[in-house]
């Protein structure tokens, strides 16, 4: 790696695929972190550790479902000297609602938090980048959901949809700028706000991600630290020169069925 990054920003950083993907930039030389969440007390628990690491982390609290978070963010990243040259965007919403069951409150939510705030974050991020002509890097995490999702998952795969194009076109924009834009399309990872919606939305059991691993490839959910280390690779020099892409992490090839899957047996048994 022949660029380390100064100083990342890493919104949703306060536990989940946001805290792994700062704990990977933390293992990989990153020295300085900007930490977005909600609550204090998870924001203040993941500086801790990132200073265990030997980097230097400040927790900046936001609500990105407010239209001014982006700008306050940065707002107090300027206030304390600081300039971001990666930026990842993993904070999002799993909210479910369907074409069926469409709920106007969370269908607002998911677009303010899940579309919304990174592109703005972006505009920000690439605006004092070029104050300093400086390079740096973005990681958007998407879904595979963006190709299409289960029905009570339909409005967030617009969300993530929405996002990818995003990532493509800004990728596009800042290619001749020294700044590259990637996404990370994740299949179903387990994550602590996962466990939460399985548990208060699905009505699921402790320990639900057991009954679903035998249906997967692995045997199991990807985890946090598998998407962490993924985008520790975009976000750095690892990946240079890719730009405008998104990779998938997950456990198996899209688009390929066999002729004889779901078919029922006809020869009596």
């Keep these: 790696m022949t660029w380390i990054p100064s100083c990342a920003l890493v919104t949703g950083g306060t536990s989940g695929v946001g805290e792994a993907a700062?704990?990977?930039?933390?293992?990989?030389?990153?020295?300085?972190?900007?930490?977005?969440?909600?609550?204090?007390?998870?924001?203040?628990?993941?500086?801790?550790?990132?200073?265990?690491?030997?980097?230097?982390?400040?927790?900046?609290?936001?609500?990105?479902?407010?239209?001014g978070a982006a700008d306050a963010i940065f707002t107090e990243i300027d206030a304390r000297g600081l300039l971001a040259d990666v930026l990842i965007n993993a904070a999002g919403l799993t909210t479910r609602?369907?074409?069926?069951?469409?709920?106007?409150?969370?269908?607002?939510?998911?677009?303010?938090?899940?579309?919304?705030?990174?592109?703005?974050?972006?505009?920000?991020?690439?605006?004092?980048?070029r104050r300093a002509g400086a390079p740096g890097t973005v990681v958007d995490v998407l879904s595979i959901a963006m190709h299409g999702g289960c029905p009570e998952i339909s409005v967030y795969?617009?969300?993530?949809?929405?996002?990818?194009?995003?990532?493509?076109?800004?990728?596009?924009?800042?290619?001749?700028?020294?700044?590259?834009?990637?996404g990370l399309a994740l299949g179903w990872t387990l994550t602590p706000g996962e466990d939460n919606v399985m548990q208060t939305t699905h009505g699921a059991s402790p320990g639900w991600e057991g009954d679903y691993a035998g249906n997967l490839p692995l045997g199991r959910l990807l985890t946090a630290e598998e998407a962490?280390?993924?985008?520790?690779?975009?976000?750095t020099d690892a990946s240079a020169p890719m730009t405008g892409s998104v990779v998938t992490l997950d456990q198996t090839a899209y688009g390929i069925r066999s002729i004889h899957a779901g078919l029922e047996r006809s020869d009596g048994d």
Excluded: W
Aim: with cysteine.
């Design 22 to 67: 700062a704990m990977a930039l933390a293992e990989a030389g990153v020295r300085r972190f900007v930490i977005t969440g909600r609550h204090a007390g998870r924001a203040e628990a993941v500086c801790a550790r990132l200073d265990e690491l030997g980097a230097s982390a400040e927790a900046v609290l936001a609500d990105l479902s407010e239209a």
């Design 97 to 129: 609602t369907s074409v069926l069951d469409v709920d106007v409150a969370a269908f607002d939510e998911l677009f303010a938090v899940n579309v919304r705030s990174p592109v703005l974050l972006c505009g920000h991020f690439v605006e004092r980048l």
């Design 228 to 235: 962490g280390r993924a985008i520790c690779y975009l976000a």
């Design 157 to 182: 795969s617009m969300t993530k949809a929405a996002l990818g194009i995003h990532t493509r076109n800004a990728a596009y924009t800042l290619q001749s700028e020294g700044i590259r834009v990637n």
